[in-house]
């Protein structure tokens, strides 16, 4: 057992004593993680690999091609219903002012509302709201734009060369690759990931 294990694993022995050996160690090792190098891969996105236990564990971030910002709202080339004039984002068709129609998914009046619900005072409430719409609308136009895309990190274990597990998160809205989220993500579906290849491994040599 590496050094830092053992001493995770020994702390958790004191603070748990009535846990299993396996429960405990389980912690242990969720708990001990690893600082994760990110370099660019080929595709210029992030990537990362380390050891653990005789696992090889593979770290990918990579723009989720099937998610959708429908919590954003929706841009319309025509008039509908609650819809307000913005910007066009590129590859939409705009109207001589280059504006479109946006509905938003959480309209000025629910922000309003639900401000005044917590004691906003009404002019404070009506520029919150005001602002609230205009970033979304913002938000949905830079994603129109290509300027940001949803991200996916998955991790993949292998052992031997044997690919034996993986895990993914998909439709995760930040402004950057680098964001220290997407780290902490990278550290939970690794963890996953690692429990789904011990059990198959398990079985495995049960089998053999």
């Known amino acids: ?4 294990l053992r001493k995770a694993y020994a702390s958790l022995r ?6 299993t050996a396996s429960t405990l160690l389980t912690w242990a090792r969720e708990n001990v993680r690893p600082v994760i190098n990110w370099k660019d891969g080929r595709d210029g996105m992030p990537r990362a690999q380390w050891s653990v236990d005789g696992f090889e564990v593979h770290i990918r971030i990579g723009c989720d091609d099937y998610g959708t910002v429908d919590w954003l709202g929706e841009f319309h080339e025509r008039q509908v219903t609650g819809a307000i004039r913005v910007p066009a984002p590129a590859g939409y068709r705009s109207d001589a002012h ?6 938003p998914a959480t309209t000025y009046a629910e922000h309003y509302k639900g401000l005044r619900a917590l004691n906003f005072g009404r002019a404070e409430s ?6 609230y719409v205009k970033r ?18 998955g991790a993949t274990v292998f052992r031997a060369g044997v690919e034996l597990a993986s ?3 998909h439709g995760i809205d930040v402004d950057s690759t680098s964001d220290p989220y997407l780290t902490e993500v990278a550290h939970e579906m690794a963890n996953e990931a690692l429990a789904e290849a011990r059990k198959k491994l398990a079985q495995l040599c049960a089998q053999a």
Do not use: E
């Open 167 to 169: 895990s993914g998160l």
């Open 1 to 4: 057992m590496k050094p830092k």
């Open 136 to 153: 979304d609308a913002d938000r949905l136009r830079r994603y129109a734009n290509g300027d940001l895309c949803l991200l996916v990190v």
């Open 98 to 103: 280059g504006c479109i129609w946006y509905v």
């Open 14 to 19: 004191q603070q748990h004593p009535q846990a």
């Open 126 to 131: 009506d520029a919150l709201a005001r602002d």
